[in-house]
């Protein structure tokens, strides 16, 4: 359990963070998502410590970290992967954290075997080590004293895809197990995977926070449905759909179609197109994330609570023709 | 997700213990503080586990090996001189007093500059006890290497005793105090640089300064401006350290000059330092 109640950090007259509260809650995996710049790293080093909060604070379990006896028992912290001395192989890396935790030995081969560095490559200084093999290394040292809080900035920089894959199942299965987890990370599909709740930070305010589903249903209330298709004969189908009423806009393969996916399926139903592809457009949480971290801060508007809703324009069907298969990705945690 | 989690990359590491706790608060009373002598194992340990430390240190030795050796080649050739203990022992320290503060000092300048302070600080946040594990991991290896120092000048001593026979046994007890006190004399001056400075140049050139160009600069000064004479000896610490290495600190103003210079040049920038490093933002 992490909470962060009310914290600012300020450098001369710039406010890095500017009053941020949440939780991190055990058995969740927090994803903590904001563009650069945006005061996530700042955060988390306040939370370990390593920078001192201008206001507020910052406890994980209910202690300063600070007060936390041997931490590293308690909390894994991975915040750069490359801050390590260059001139030490992998395997010393772990062994000396090994050591200042207390661990037995075998733990270092262990969480070597863990992240899939061979003992070949863990041989290997670092400053010879690839990005993907230094993030690898920093997910070991974050996981060697067993934690049962994870703090991990950024932990998928450089890793390859099957790396990415691995440690989401890596940090569900922690999280299955009772572990609290906080990420972050400016990719929002990235944390959109791993992440049960998400924290939106811009410019060093939250915008919004809440589980990824309560934020995606308070922004699809706010905007029109959109569907997408392709049939086999799209001029009719077209013409029966705006004979309708309803908004389409033709591409080269597909319709855009300004209703529900049910709407488009009658319709085709009933003029008897054979329909290729039928889906509903998710706009899914980039937009939101893209509106709520840049507009809305300029124009000044005030975070709100997870039921927020976005001030942004009105987005109606996508304006351009979507391109062939509609370019929108599924998203895998949102009700189909 | 109802979907069981299958770590479908590559890695099939061992599973790893369960995280213990579901509620709000972590219990700690079960796991005890890192011991301090753990930290200074770990801090010697990273003084040699990396190629720089590590042959650092071994170019030292291999220096107070040459310069005892030259004295023992000296004393092969030269009949008629007696040689003694501290002739070695004095020439190797010349060579240990600019190079071991260096290495004591890299201890704290390298968590900078290779930026393992984040590491080291969210492994032991006490950053007041890792400075001082340091500082005992520095004095150790200051210990060793004066070891080495003793063990090389009494091999040399044999062999001059077994072809030569122009040795003096008689060791002073004061001039080997005083030999030691003027090694770790420049270790703590480098170390208390280093916690201020935090960079490893910059607290070279502040060591060298103190040890050989303030002491300088300090007595041409005090040739050319008698009045300043007398107060610049209480910063000049290579005067203020001669009685000591020789073993006649004994007046009360000796020991002034001795004690004002390493208030001045010790104790002053190391309570500076420990409160830098404390209160640092560490990035
Ligand atoms: N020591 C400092 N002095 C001045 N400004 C700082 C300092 N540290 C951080 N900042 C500023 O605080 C802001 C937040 O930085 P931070 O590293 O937390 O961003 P971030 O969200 O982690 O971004 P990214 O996604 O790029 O990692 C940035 O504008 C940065 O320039
Ligand atoms: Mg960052």
Same mark, same amino acid.
């Given at each position: 359990m992490i909470t962060v109640e009310g914290l600012t950090r300020t450098y001369g007259g710039f406010t890095a963070v500017d009053d941020v509260s949440f939780v991190c809650r055990p058995g969740r995996v927090t994803g903590f998502l904001g563009p650069n710049g945006a005061g996530k790293t700042t955060t988390m080093r306040v939370l370990v410590g390593l920078t001192p909060p201008t206001r507020g604070r910052a406890t994980i379990g209910g202690h300063l970290y600070r007060d936390l006896p041997n931490p590293g028992r308690h909390v894994g912290v991975l915040l750069d992967a490359s801050a390590q001395h260059g001139g030490r192989t992998g395997r010393e890396i772990l062994t000396l954290? &090994?050591?200042?935790?207390?661990?037995?030995?075998? !733990?270092?081969?262990?969480?070597?075997?863990?992240?899939?560095?061979?003992?070949d490559e863990a041989s290997r200084r670092l !400053?010879?080590?690839?990005l993907g093999m230094k993030q690898r290394l920093g997910i070991a040292h974050a996981l060697l004293g067993d934690p049962q809080v994870l703090i991990l900035d950024e932990p998928a920089n450089g890793l390859d895809p099957a790396g990415i894959r691995w440690m989401r199942g890596l940090l569900k299965g922690y999280a299955d197990r009772g572990g609290t987890v906080l990420l972050s990370s400016h990719l929002l599909h990235e944390v959109e995977q791993i992440a049960d709740e998400m924290i939106l930070i811009g410019h060093g305010r939250i915008v919004a926070q809440g589980d990824k589903k309560t934020l995606l249903e308070s922004q699809r209330a706010t905007r029109t449905a959109t569907t997408t298709v392709v049939s086999l004969d799209n001029a009719r189908l077209a013409e029966a759909l705006r004979a309708r009423g309803l908004q389409v806009t033709p591409g080269p393969d597909a319709l855009a179609v300004a209703c529900e996916a049910v709407e488009v399926g009658r319709v085709a139903a009933e003029h008897q197109v054979v329909l290729v592809d039928l889906r509903s457009v998710e706009s899914g949480l980039e937009d939101l994330f893209l509106e709520l971290t840049s507009t809305t801060q300029r124009e000044g508007h005030r975070p709100g609570p997870p039921g927020y !809703?976005?001030?942004?324009?009105?987005?109606?069907?996508?304006?351009?023709?979507?391109?062939?298969?509609?370019?929108? !990705?599924?998203?895998?945690? &949102?009700?189909? | 997700m109802s979907t069981p989690y299958p770590p479908a990359g590559p890695p099939q590491g061992p599973p790893q213990g369960p995280p213990a706790h579901r509620g709000p608060v972590i219990d700690v009373s079960q796991t005890a503080p890192i011991p301090f002598s753990r930290l200074v194992k770990v801090e010697l340990r990273k003084a040699l586990d990396t190629s720089a430390g590590f042959w650092l240190l071994a170019a030292i030795a291999v220096l107070i090996i040459i310069v005892e050796g030259f004295v023992l080649v000296v004393g092969l050739f030269d009949s008629t001189t007696e040689f003694r203990l501290v002739d070695f022992t004095t020439l190797g320290g010349y060579v240990l007093q600019p190079l071991l503060p260096i290495v004591v000092a890299l201890q704290v300048t390298s968590e900078w500059s290779q930026r393992t302070a984040m590491?080291?600080?969210a492994t032991e946040p006490r950053r007041l006890v890792v400075v001082y594990a340091k500082l005992a991991a520095g004095a150790l290896l200051a210990l060793a290497m004066t070891l080495v120092l003793f063990v090389v000048a009494l091999a040399c001593l044999l062999v001059l005793w077994v072809f030569q026979d122009n040795v003096d046994w008689g060791t002073s007890v004061s001039g080997t105090l005083g030999?030691?006190?003027?090694?770790?004399?420049?270790?703590?001056?480098?170390?208390?640089?280093?916690?201020?400075?935090?960079?490893?140049?910059?607290?070279?050139?502040?060591?060298?300064?103190?040890?050989?160009?303030?002491?300088?600069?300090?007595?041409?000064?005090?040739?050319?401006?008698g009045d300043f004479r007398d107060f610049g000896r209480y910063l000049n610490l290579q005067g203020a350290l001669y009685p000591v290495?020789?073993?006649?600190?004994?007046?009360?103003?000796?020991?002034?000059?001795?004690?004002?210079a390493l208030l001045v040049w010790v104790v002053v920038p190391l309570a500076l330092g420990l409160t830098r490093i404390v209160r640092a933002e560490v990035k």
């Open positions: 954290g &090994a050591t200042a935790m207390g661990l037995p030995m075998s !733990r270092v081969d262990e969480m070597l075997h863990l992240v899939s560095l061979t003992p !400053r010879h080590f690839s !809703r976005p001030q942004g324009p009105p987005q109606g069907p996508p304006q351009g023709p979507p391109q062939g298969p509609p370019a929108y !990705r599924p998203q895998p945690g &949102a009700p189909r | 590491v080291t600080f030999l030691l006190v003027f090694l770790f004399v420049g270790v703590a001056v480098a170390f208390a640089a280093a916690t201020l400075l935090l960079n490893t140049p910059a607290t070279i050139a502040a060591f060298l300064a103190v040890v050989y160009a303030v002491p300088t600069v300090v007595a041409t000064i005090g040739a050319l401006w290495l020789s073993g006649s600190l004994d007046t009360g103003e000796e020991w002034g000059h001795f004690l004002v």
